[in-house]
């Protein structure tokens, strides 16, 4: 009777853990293309995966988690039952290793997911960085152009004032010209008059010389008569 009843548990155990294993194996697959899909939009794209997409995966992991809990606890329930010769042995073992084999995979796709998302945190840091970098080089470059923008307007306020003044200046320079002009047209009148000038002084010093030397030759000769005088 015994017997009958553990041959009772032990194929209602096999028939749950083969659903169970049915259920994980469809779900682990399942699984596997949503990270995969999941990891080539992290990757592929320049946004950010959905959070949708994360709480989908996140939720069939831990609906996995759970069946295989189950099967582990009935593979714990089989082990308990006293085995009935090398077939049920090795049947038992076959359920532990294919327990074993889905943990593998379930882990092995969680962290595939897990360094993918690690690796699109870290290339999204970088990106925004880059992003930030610039947008900072664009102001930077802005604000150089203004600064450059604001030299030459500088520079053309000072070349303004040097025309300014180099054009007072040639005006300057003009109005001294004409001024020496004048001036020289006056010095020249005035040498042309000089001429005149001294002959009429040299004519009036030639009469007075004239005139001195009449009067000397009278006062000589009236000396001379008046002595002339005294001694007759």
Not at 58 to 64: K, L, Q, R, V
Not at 133 to 161: C, F, P, T
Not at 170 to 184: A, S, V
Request: aromatic fraction near 6%.
């Amino acid at each position: 009777m015994a017997n009958a009843l553990g041959a009772v548990d032990w194929e209602d155990l096999r028939r749950q853990a083969r659903h169970l294993e049915n259920e994980i194996d469809a779900k682990l697959v399942a699984f596997s293309k949503l990270g995969i899909n999941s990891g080539s939009k992290l990757v592929n794209t320049d946004e950010v995966p959905l959070l949708d997409e994360e709480h989908v995966f996140e939720n069939m992991a831990s609906e996995i988690e759970a069946l295989l809990a189950k099967l582990m606890s009935i593979n714990e329930r089989m082990s308990e039952l006293q085995p009935n010769g090398a077939a049920m042995l090795h049947t038992m073992q076959r359920h532990k290793d294919i327990l074993k084999d889905y943990k593998l995979e379930f882990n092995k796709i969680r962290n595939n997911f897990a360094a993918r998302r690690d690796r699109e945190d870290l290339l999204g840091s970088v990106r925004k960085e880059i992003d930030n970098y610039k947008s900072v080089s664009g102001l930077n470059r802005r604000e150089m152009y203004m600064k450059e923008n604001q030299h030459i307007q500088a520079s053309d306020r000072l070349l303004n004032d040097q025309i300014s003044i180099a054009v007072e200046t040639r005006e300057h320079l003009m109005t001294q010209r004409q001024t020496f002009k004048r001036i020289q047209t006056r010095l020249n009148d005035i040498s042309n008059r000089f001429p005149a000038v001294n002959s009429l002084v040299q004519r009036i010093n030639l009469r007075k010389r004239r005139d001195s030397l009449i009067l000397g030759l009278i006062i000589g000769f009236c000396t001379f008569l008046m002595l002339l005088y005294a001694f007759h």
